[in-house]
């Protein structure tokens, strides 16, 4: 059974970096297309980064574009989020989700809402000073 872990959330000042891992056991990660999302407080879940299982097709929601790279490594089961440039406003739990990669586009991945998707735990992620 495909299960999922997130890790690498903390607390970082405004403009620093952090990088998230999501590590799937129990199934092959190239079989499926992997998102990030958050959720604020008070706040919907949102799409945040998705990508199939090649990175040859990737995803951005707008807030992010140019300060966060999503990346894997299929060897190590692993999905990466490399944030950078961060402020306050990114201050959410992070989570990470996987979808059969035949049954998706990447960018129904990240804003679809009737998907259901598989999701880690999560992982918090606060920018403050």
């Known amino acids: 059974q495909l299960q999922i872990v997130e890790s690498g959330g903390g607390l970082v000042q405004p403009g620093g970096s952090l990088r998230l891992s999501c590590t799937i056991s129990?199934?092959?990660?190239?079989?499926?297309?992997i998102g990030w999302f958050r959720q604020a407080p008070g706040k919907e879940r949102e799409g945040v980064s998705c990508?199939?299982?090649?990175?040859?097709?990737?995803y951005y929601e707008d807030f992010v574009k140019g300060r966060f790279t999503i990346s894997r490594d299929n060897a190590k089961n692993t999905v990466y989020l490399q944030m950078t440039s961060l402020e306050p406003e990114d201050t959410a739990v992070y989570y990470c989700?996987?979808?059969?990669?035949?049954?998706?586009?990447?960018?129904?991945?990240?804003?679809?809402?009737?998907?259901?998707?598989?999701w880690g735990q999560g992982t918090q992620v606060t920018v403050s000073s």
């Open positions: 989700a996987a979808y059969r990669s035949w049954l998706v586009t990447v960018a129904s991945m990240c804003v679809s809402t009737q998907l259901d998707r598989a």
């Open positions: 129990g199934a092959t990660l190239d079989d499926y297309v």
């Open positions: 990508a199939n299982s090649s990175d040859d097709y990737i």
